[in-house]
């Protein structure tokens, strides 16, 4: 890091003797840029605002309707200045897609491509109410009727509902769509089977449903176990809800077989699609025997996460599940014409729809950068986009399998993540000290513990969009404090050593959280 560049230049810090480093102290608390930021609370005082405002005239009418404040409100006046420079201090300290490599698996944290921001902020799009008249908003309607065509055609699956927003709230969608076609048969079942390597969304979406879920267990090189999941089916299974890819970064293989005995059982297959970014391109649910399957927009076609944006998870259903599809949804007519599809003419259009998820039709915003995402791309270039996924995935697992025990390397390429155990570990080191490790390296930390069928599991899902250069970095740092952590380095117990705070209690955190602050007692 330290060596010169091209140009001659060495733009790495100077290297100063451990005991300054230790012990030079500021007056201000900050270190060069890595600022100590207070708590709002401790900024501004309760007894001063960032707004001027003239004093009532003499006289002047009360307008509050009984409503004036009897107390101090007990919030801090800042400056518009102050409100500024507070929240992007704090956003420094923070890690983000656009720092680096986001190496979370099962979250396909890719880079949100500025091109789909733009699209989602032209006038037609941003600015729109889901209250308007539709002659009003018929280009955003056929921005969801276009975006459910193609997510029809890249599943195989006959229908989509396009209005569940995550996905979680995708697959409860899922669910009771199954409960509604087994409802109108006179069928109710009770059960719903989760095998382990599932999401852990899927026995809790069941669960929330009213069903009971019950385990089917794995196989040695991490699948499904077929012959127990055949085993167990019967007049009290409604189906399975399976995750495909797997948590393990494994294909089923099984699948249409899967699917196959299920519905010889009267059951429905309900696919955890979070993964769908593995696959994308290359192979349709559809085909395997799916009769519902949630896609997470802000996973596969690159919407933001989080705090970047709300979620979408539409879900796709089969010719049996279509007619239960919830309200609303949009519809292009053979005249044309376009539509979002409503109570008042659900009777004589969708007369068994479930009813309905949500209060309008989606996350408009991210239904306009998934599909500038797929119309940039292509049907070619969405079927690169899965191929490079699973090529940087087998990429990393290949180059660390050396140093980290990886449990399921011997079954073959993994698809979209790479899965490490702590099984090489020297007595004492965890997978939370490794993880932490990663922070001093500037990099945010893998998915720990997850899955549950893999002890001390590291899950790490690098998406197509990092270069070979960004990941020969990672693994350069990952395997560092893999050998570290092989070797029993006592030091990592108390990492992260650099970051701006120091490793916290978590236990005491998650037991004993302080979510309010309060004002310190004045000193005696």
């Given at each position: ?112 491509p500025r091109l789909n921001e733009k699209v989602a902020r032209l006038p037609g799009f941003a600015d729109i109410h889901p209250l308007q008249p539709q002659e009003t908003v018929q280009g955003a309607v056929e921005v969801m009727v276009e975006l459910a065509d193609w997510l029809i055609t890249l599943t195989g699956m006959h229908s989509v509902a396009m209005s569940p927003k995550a996905g979680a709230h995708g ?154 599809a919830p309200l609303p949804y949009a519809a292009r007519y053979a005249d044309g014409t376009l539509r979002i599809v409503e109570e008042e003419v659900a009777a004589e259009e969708h007369p068994h729809a479930f009813g309905r998820m949500t209060a309008f039709h989606g996350q408009m915003g991210m239904f306009t950068r998934a599909l500038a995402y797929i119309l940039s791309h292509g049907a070619d270039g969405l ?142």
């Open positions: 890091m330290n060596a010169p560049n091209r140009s001659g230049w060495k733009p790495g810090t100077p290297e100063l003797p451990e005991d300054i480093i230790d012990t030079a102290g500021t007056v201000s608390g900050n270190r060069g840029l890595a600022l100590e930021e207070k708590l709002i609370f401790e900024i501004g005082t309760s007894d001063t605002t960032g707004v001027d405002l003239p004093e009532p005239s003499p006289g002047a009418a009360n307008r509050l309707g009984g409503l004036e404040r009897s107390e101090a409100i007990g919030l801090p006046g800042l400056s518009e200045p102050e409100t500024v420079r507070h929240y992007t201090r704090l956003s420094r300290q923070n890690y983000a897609i656009d720092c680096g490599i986001f190496p979370l698996g099962s979250c396909t944290m890719k880079h949100n697959e409860l969608c899922g669910i009771l769509c199954i409960r509604a076609a087994l409802e109108a048969r006179g069928d109710s079942r009770e059960v719903i089977l989760v095998p382990e390597s599932a999401h852990g969304t899927n026995p809790a979406t069941a669960a929330f449903a009213g069903y009971r879920v019950e385990d089917i267990p794995a196989t040695a090189d991490g699948r499904v176990d077929l012959e127990a999941l055949t085993a167990r089916l019967g007049p009290d299974v409604a189906g399975v809800m399976i995750t495909n890819p797997n948590t393990c970064g494994l294909f089923e293989r099984d699948m249409k077989a899967i699917s196959d005995a299920v519905h010889e059982a009267g059951g429905f297959v309900y696919c955890d699609g979070a993964n769908f970014n593995a696959i994308v391109g290359r192979v349709r649910p559809g085909d395997l025997g799916i009769d519902a399957m949630h896609i997470n927009l802000h996973k596969t076609f690159s919407t933001p996460h989080g705090g970047g944006g709300p979620g979408s998870g539409p879900v796709v259903l089969s010719e049996a599940l279509s007619p239960y079927r690169q986009v899965s191929g490079d996924a699973v090529l940087n995935a087998n990429y990393v697992l290949r180059s660390l399998q050396d140093v980290l025990d990886a449990p399921f390397g011997p079954s073959g390429p993994c698809m979209h993540e790479a899965l490490f155990s702590d099984d090489s570990f020297a007595k004492g080191v965890s997978t939370l000290d490794v993880a932490k490790a990663l922070i001093d390296e500037g990099f945010h930390p893998m998915t720990m513990y997850f899955p549950l069928v893999v002890h001390g599991a590291m899950l790490i899902e690098p998406t197509e969009c990092e270069s070979k250069a960004a990941l020969d970095q990672f693994i350069a740092s990952l395997r560092s404090i893999a050998e570290r952590a092989n070797a029993g380095d006592p030091s990592l117990a108390q990492a992260p050593l650099l970051a701006p705070r120091r490793r916290v209690d978590e236990t005491a955190a998650a037991r004993k959280p302080r979510l309010a602050w309060a004002e310190p007692a004045e000193a005696l």
